[in-house]
């Protein structure tokens, strides 16, 4: 278990937050000194970073958060939001209609969906 002794928690109110895109923007902000964060009820918002932030760095997090638009999407939660609206469109369309290149796509999502393709491919 991680010693939480030598980690920076800094607390943050927030309404609308996308986890993952947060996360993403904030590791794109800070590097390496970006360890995670969580998230407690609605608003609550705890960054955890690494002791040896510099304040340079500190003062990077609250622009990241106020910016933060939770409408947005990661670029893998837009990719699995694409599949499954093409899930969802394919089966309106007669098979005698579909090509080759239908077919692969539906299979390559189905695929996808299931887990047996690495993300992004």
């Not at 920076?8 to 902000?29: M, Q, S, Y």
């Not at 609605?42 to 955890?48: I, W």
């Not at 499954?84 to 996808?112: G, N, Y």
Request: charged share 25%.
């Amino acid at each position: 278990m991680a010693d939480t002794t030598k980690v920076v928690h800094l607390a943050f109110e927030k309404d609308g937050i996308n986890l993952a895109l947060l996360h993403e923007e904030l590791e794109a902000a800070l590097g390496e000194t970006f360890l995670g964060l969580s998230r407690t009820g609605d608003k609550a918002l705890t960054v955890h970073l690494r002791p040896d932030i510099t304040p340079d760095a500190q003062e990077r997090i609250a622009p990241v958060i106020t910016l933060h638009d939770a409408d947005r999407l990661t670029a893998a939660q837009q990719a699995e939001q694409d599949r499954a609206a093409f899930l969802a469109d394919s089966f309106h369309k007669p098979w005698s209609e579909w090509t080759v290149a239908d077919k692969d796509r539906l299979l390559h999502a189905l695929a996808a969906r299931l887990g047996l393709l690495n993300p992004g491919s």
